[in-house]
């Protein structure tokens, strides 16, 4: 196949996998992005408890999506050697492993609404806000871990579409249940931003017996059997997946909670900063999904490839997503930077908000590039099931160089919420150098092997 066809034939290939991920993706991060907006409307107060709530939340929970996201190599490759049974056994255990994770989080979840007033000098009715949102979200933990699981099934079987109707369906069904819960409709409290948390359980449920249904029931799915002979949890099956999730978990934690530990250090200097802070991990959390969703994908499309014995189209596959994925966000940069003070005019009207988080997102436009570049360099490493290197690389990155680097810049220096996003510009750029060197070197190695 010629050169330039072989690209757009593959970039093809991917994007089947990838643009229905990222639509389930956007709609599920897009239910914070509604949470913000709505609680925005409540009061300030408000707002800064969603978004320090939210921040303590998603440190867990994509530290814990680790396991899921080890899945995808594993069942890719499966797929792609054609090992029916494996492929069903192991999504079977994997759904198990997710779920007790996910009840392991909800417990840090509570324990974090205990203890988080410790850390606050706020207004006793934010503090209480703030937890209550903890405690509700947590109710969704289990849930949203293992539908979590089932995606990773659904993408290394390339049939995504119906994550992607069901995403859209929960975040429609956010919309009411979080003004429902909010302002107190049909006799229930009034819980304000806390109502969010609530919510959002909600919908992970809704998420996890869509999902459940579709790859016991649907067409497509039939021909894996899901459903049969499935066993209780089984030891011995979850050790591939911690061995390969662990490594994961702690690149996801150390990445996720960068942006955490920057909402907490910053929630101490008054609550327009964290609301500033919110508005932008919204936008950017949002923007994040496509090369997210590539990353998934060509995790995906490596396993498949490498199950399949063919190697140098597997290094074929991780080019044409990291090149498709720089050229996307490029645009989305540049989009971001021409659009942010209307973007953020959509949460906040107060003057030090708006002015403060203008600058924020013009330093978030400037990072879409490097950030897309790691993110899927990290995934397509993930696809040659190397997770150790990649785990290191992100320690020296975000924590080394993005909260050491931003403590320093916003304290030290005094750039406060600036110096933190400065630092952050300058770790994903060196991540993204660092991570598609060594994928080079694998994918090299794997050609010779």
């Known amino acids: 196949m010629h050169t330039k066809k072989r690209f757009f034939h593959e970039l093809y290939l991917l994007l089947a996998i990838a643009l229905p991920m990222m ?8 239910t914070g992005f509604v949470d913000t907006l709505m609680a925005s ?7 800064a408890a969603v978004g320090l709530g939210s921040s303590v939340f998603a440190t867990i929970y994509i530290t814990l999506l680790a396991f899921p996201t080890a899945l995808n190599p594993l069942l890719s490759h499966a797929f792609g050697a054609k090992k029916w049974d494996e492929l069903r056994h192991t999504a079977q255990q994997g759904v198990w492993l997710c779920f007790i994770v996910g009840l392991i989080g909800a417990l840090l979840v509570v324990l974090s609404g205990i203890f988080l007033p410790n850390f606050l000098n706020w207004e006793d009715a934010t503090v209480r806000t703030t937890q209550l949102y903890l405690y509700g979200a947590a109710l969704g933990l289990p ?16 049939r995504t579409q119906e994550v992607m109707w ?3 369906g929960g975040l429609i069904l956010n919309i009411p249940l979080n003004y429902i819960l909010i302002y107190g409709v049909f006799g229930l409290p009034k819980l304000g931003g806390a109502g969010c948390g609530f ?3 909600v919908v992970f449920w809704f998420h996890f017996i869509g999902l459940w249904l579709v790859v016991s029931y649907h067409t497509y799915f039939k021909k894996f059997a899901f459903n049969q002979a499935f066993r209780l949890p089984e030891i011995a099956a979850f050790r591939p997946i911690i061995k390969l999730g ?9 990445e996720v909670s960068l942006f955490s530990f920057i909402a907490i250090f910053i929630a101490r200097s008054g609550e327009h900063f964290v609301a500033v802070q919110q508005v932008a991990m919204t936008i950017s959390s949002i923007l994040y999904m496509l090369p997210q969703s590539l990353g998934a994908a060509v995790a995906a499309r490596i396993g498949q490839a490498l199950g399949a014995n063919t190697p140098r189209r597997a290094a074929h596959i991780a080019f044409v997503c990291i090149v498709s994925g720089a050229v996307g966000a490029l645009f989305v940069g540049v989009a971001l930077a021409v659009f942010r003070q209307p973007i953020v005019h959509l949460f906040s009207n107060d003057t030090a908000v708006l002015r403060l988080g203008r600058d924020i997102l ?10 897309a570049v790691q993110t899927i360099a990290a995934g397509a490493l993930r696809g040659y099931k190397a997770t150790k290197v990649p785990m290191m690389i992100h320690f020296a990155a975000f924590w080394l160089l993005g909260l050491g680097l931003g403590a320093y810049l916003c304290f030290g220096v005094g750039l406060q919420l600036h110096g933190f996003w400065y630092a952050l510009l300058i770790a994903l750029s060196a991540a993204s150098v660092l991570l598609t060197t ?7 190695y794997a050609v010779k092997a």
Request: proline share 2%; hydrophobic share 60%.
């Open 23 to 30: 639509i389930a993706q956007v709609a599920q991060v897009g």
């Open 41 to 47: 409307r409540v009061s300030r107060g408000d707002l």
């Open 143 to 158: 849930a949203a871990v293992a539908s979590r699981a089932l995606q990773s099934y659904a993408a290394a079987v390339s």
């Open 166 to 168: 069901i995403g859209i």
């Open 199 to 201: 919510a959002t359980a």
């Open 246 to 254: 662990v490594p994961i978990c702690f690149s996801f934690f150390i």
């Open 362 to 371: 013009l330093i978030a436009a400037a990072y879409q590039v490097v950030d």
């Open 438 to 444: 060594y994928l080079a070197f694998v994918a090299k």
